[in-house]
């Protein structure tokens, strides 16, 4: 089974600071993919960034990105340059590619509980 | 963004009565799923299709059935509603099952079972 774990219930920063929000993974598979999204207090799940169980190197998007360290099992999401439109939720997921019922791969994402970012002005 | 749309937007239901959540799409992606949101449990996987009429439980599929008849349209139906199904639901959909493939979610239904 695979779990994800998020152990910052809140976090607070201060705007145009750098802030890290931990993520941790446990999985027996060799190939997996990890994932942040953003949810903001309108509701909606927004795809941040992706990381590759296979990449060596860590990704980036613009000023996210995601520290991950393989054998520590661990994928951090990094946000430089804080803005107030960064308070949101933020969750860490992997995907892996589990087999159902009908003989079919399905891909289903695990959640992590989430952390609340607060960006203080 | 992704085209996917869901309704409701909200719903308020009483106990007991069944109730359809409908999720559209336009991107032609095989795989389509629908998750609840809950404090302190992210999101949980309620049901899957990897295609039209092909679908499968996810771990909390009790009280909740799929139908999907066409590519851009999948169904999330509760039998007979109850408290414990108060929620925000999502759909996303996936153009693979494969690792290295996001899933984009929709807005989210939000239901309340009185």
């Known amino acids: 089974a695979q779990k994800i774990t998020q152990t910052q219930p809140g976090m607070f920063v201060q705007e145009k600071e750098a802030v890290t929000l931990d993520c941790t993974y446990d999985t027996s598979d060799q190939s997996y993919g990890l994932f942040w999204y953003k949810q903001p207090s309108s509701g909606e799940m927004i795809f941040l960034i992706y990381?590759?169980?296979?990449d060596e190197q860590n990704a980036t998007e613009g000023r996210y990105s995601l520290n991950f360290q393989k054998a520590r099992k661990s994928a951090n999401l990094v946000i430089s340059a804080s803005q107030l439109g960064d308070s949101a939720m933020y969750f860490c997921?992997?995907?892996?590619?589990?087999w159902g019922a009908g003989g079919t791969s399905y891909g289903k994402l695990t959640f992590g509980q989430g952390t609340i970012l607060t960006v203080h002005p | 963004d992704a085209g996917i749309t869901q309704s409701p937007r909200h719903k308020v239901t009483e106990t007991g009565t069944p109730v359809t959540l409908r999720c559209h799409q336009t991107e032609n992606h095989r795989y389509m799923y629908w998750y609840r949101q809950d404090p302190g449990h992210g999101l949980r996987l309620i049901h899957y299709s990897y295609g039209v009429k092909d679908t499968d439980k996810g771990e909390v599929s009790d009280g909740y059935s799929v139908s999907r008849s066409k590519t851009e349209d999948f169904l999330l139906t509760l039998e007979s509603a109850t408290s414990s199904q108060t929620s925000v639901y999502f759909c996303?959909?996936?153009?693979?099952?494969?690792?290295?493939?996001?899933?984009?979610f929709g807005p989210g239904t939000r239901l309340t079972v009185t």
């Open positions: 990381q590759g169980s296979y």
């Open positions: 996303a959909i996936s153009e693979s099952s494969g690792a290295g493939y996001e899933q984009y």
């Open positions: 997921a992997m995907r892996v590619v589990p």
